[in-house]
């Protein structure tokens, strides 16, 4: 790679195997965010002192703009050798990325193995009209390859490319066509705001500041706002992070699996082929009872790539941020089609889990003994195993659903405390790829429990046998 | 399919147990180092001189014992059992846990001995598959066992693999 870079060929598509740049703009507008987080860390630094010490001296002022006119140069130098040295290539079968200054990295996806693929709009880049491709494939830590940035056209056209090639779909030409698109449902900007409402944090810290206004007033000193202002922050921007990820968050079909858009600022396309949903977990917190919303996370290998288990949810493992239950019922329909496909229970008694308690709707529960374990929630604990999918129901207060298809069952495990001994009970866990979703079923009687185990493990192995989903989905269709 | 004793226990599959090695590696690491803090004990009592302080030293003394107990009896639990399709590994004496790794998930398979365990003679198998958490590892193998484990594991998941 000692050519110069050559700037985007008309009449070249960016799937025709050539090793290509990324586009020219790329150094300064991700060089532009390290200037952005030093102004942010300057502003947090120097605000406290501006409000007790008054406007800082010239000479000081001069050093800090210095400093930050330094970052600013050595961050431009940086990401313009960065796009120097970064090129991609696709072929029928792999998508490449060579990438670093100081380290050298190529990273290969057989796109066989691709999982996901998301097209990522900052709200810089949507300035000028660019986006970054992102590929999921399966893999430990963060093993996506980013494409950052390209035009929004050749972003659009590699995705449908790669989608198209991962399907094993014939077409003509280089670049595959956009896969038409069937919208199905689109989340009201208001339900969005007022679910953000409908929240314990959101009320506590709303709580929090009527009290400090309140006790401020009376005081008739302005100390309990600033002693605030640390909670405040905090508050408002989960909820700002929250409200901008999911605005007009809209659930799609095509032939290359489930599509997702959403985002203020940032605006993010995903799209996730069939069968890469490895599990499903419908969720209700309890302010959302009122109006029966529910939220639906999934786990896809390589989302969440890069951080740690406990964090949560993340933006993209939201299949719906917040739907009705007949909404949510039809996302989780649409992201396992097993559900529906092979003659199935059908979405009803998916219906009856969100709810129900004991044996309603045919869940094996967790008997009398479980009382002194978990002494609310213990009649809510329960499992039930369709042809395609297993259940596993828990939560009074927050209600909770998961659903693994048996063909994505990954390993098992039954645990078993002293106090479970002694009451005749075990836990029974499926473990899934990374993600929110950790479907575990607590206090079953021991025995059901072990039975359990035994005949998963085997469903398992069968519906991996005769899984037609694997892939490239598209053949043989 | 099932087992009429403990259901935690399956008693129709063939459990090999894991060497007694393991437990004296385990002994090593976690008595040592309360040993180490009873002679500190020890030291700084006979630095203050007081008779009581001593007595002192008996406590991590006596939390080494238990520990040398427990880990025995730990170690006991460990098992593993291969079947047909899948891998059975059990582990835990209060808090017990039975996990079953299908061979077909098995994305791939480690074999891994630190200094220690060398020393020993002994060596840990641990499988991989997709999900992070399926935690199943098999310690305290002798080394060539270990790598017929692992061979055995890997042809048997070769076979089986079919994607995530």
Known sequence: MTTGPTSTIPGRTPTDGEWRPLHPLTPFVRGWKVVAAALVVVGQQRGGDLAQRGLPSRTEALITLAAIAGLAVLAGVYALLAWRRARYRVDADVLQLRTGVLFRQERQAPLDRLQAVDVVRPLLARFFGLAELSLEVAGSGDSSIRLSLLREADAQALRSTLLARAAGLAYEGDVAPEAPEHEVLTVPVARTVESLLRNGSTLVGLLLLVGTVVAAVVLGSPAPLVGLLPIGFTVISVVWTRFTGGFGFRVATSPDGVRLHHGLLTTRSQTVPPGRVQAVRMRQPLLWRGRDWWRVEVNVAGYGGGRSQDQGAVEENLLLTVGTRAEALMVVGLALPELAAAADIGLDVVAAGLTGSGPQGGFTSSPRGARWLDPIGWRRHGVLVTRAVLLARRGVLVRELDLVPHARTQSLALLQGPLQRRLGLASFAVHSTRGPVRPSVQHLPADVAATLLHQQAERAMSARADSTHDGRWMMGR | ?164
Request: with cysteine; hydrophobic share 55%.
């Open chain 2, 1 to 164: 399919m099932r087992s009429p004793g403990d259901p935690m226990v399956p008693d129709d599959v063939a459990w090999s147990a894991v060497s007694p090695r393991l437990a004296l590696g385990r002994r090593i690491v976690a008595c040592g180092s309360l040993l180490v803090l009873a002679v500190a004990v020890v030291v700084i009592a006979g630095v203050v001189g007081s008779p009581v302080a001593f007595l002192g030293a008996l406590v991590p003394l006596a939390l080494a014992g238990w520990v040398w107990w427990l880990i025995g009896r730990q170690v006991a639990a460990i098992a593993y059992a291969e079947r047909d399709d899948d891998l059975l590994v059990r582990r835990g004496v209060m808090f017990r846990s039975l996990a079953v790794v299908p061979y077909g998930r098995m994305q791939f398979v480690d074999v891994e001995a630190g200094p220690l365990d060398r020393a020993l003679g002994i060596a840990r198998v641990q499988l991989h598959t997709a999900a992070a958490r399926s935690d199943a590892s098999i310690p305290g193998l002798a080394p060539d066992q270990a790598a017929t484990l692992r061979d055995r594991l890997a042809r048997r998941g070769e076979a089986r693999l079919a994607g995530l």
